[in-house]
């Protein structure tokens, strides 16, 4: 063997020990003999997830679960059905317009959807609904049924309004000045679902 021969081992050991360094599984350790003592060996058996009581109140939701702790993002879909029940409890005697004859009578649909978000430990509700309302007076004479169109969580609200019965003239100036105090109580509805 010559000199030259016994130059170009070291090298090569060499090589393979810096190819081992900068290879993905440099950090394996092939040793049989590592995790024989048990007290090494690290647990990983699965383990169970504490459940989080049910709330017994039905309108509030649920707290952020067990798996999400720390918070990062959560969504929980809100029923239309339990809406339209807020709506109608929160809605219960309202007067259109401060100086109007109607007063609530009724939600009349809920569409679209809702979402209570857990954020960052900050809850609040997003949502994008059609929802229309029934208002009368004590007598039934006149009635008419407002639709908001894509309330949305962003500030836009459409809405028309129908006259069911009655005189159209004196009801348009009573949704006219009742219309926007309505969006804003409607709008505050929903943020109280978020703190059920």
């Not at 063997?1 to 350790?29: F, G, L, R």
């Not at 007290?39 to 009581?53: C, F, G, L």
């Not at 918070?71 to 409890?89: C, P, Q, R, Y």
């Not at 019965?165 to 348009?172: F, H, I, R, V």
């Amino acid at each position: 063997m010559s000199d030259s021969d016994d130059e170009i081992k070291p090298q090569q050991n060499e090589k393979e020990q810096k190819n081992k360094q900068s290879s993905y599984t440099y950090w394996v350790n092939n040793d049989p003999n590592f995790f024989k003592d048990p007290a090494m060996k690290p647990n990983s058996t699965p383990q169970r997830i504490q459940v989080v009581e049910e709330s017994k109140d039905s309108n509030k939701i649920a707290p952020k679960s067990a798996w999400n702790a720390s918070g990062t993002w959560e969504e929980k879909a809100v029923s239309l059905d339990h809406l339209k029940k807020i709506f109608t409890d929160s809605l219960q005697g309202r007067k259109l317009a401060e100086q109007s004859t109607l007063t609530f009578s009724s939600v009349s649909s809920v569409s679209g959807e809702a979402k209570v978000i857990h954020s960052r430990g900050k809850v609040r509700i997003g949502y994008h609904l059609d929802i229309s309302l029934i208002f009368e007076d004590a007598n039934s004479e006149n009635e008419v049924k407002i639709n908001f169109k894509e309330f949305a969580d962003d500030g836009d609200h459409e809405f028309d309004f129908k006259i069911e019965k009655g005189d159209a003239t004196a009801l348009q100036a009573q949704i006219q000045k009742g219309i926007t105090p309505l969006k804003e109580e409607i709008t505050n509805i929903l943020k109280r679902v978020a703190d059920l």
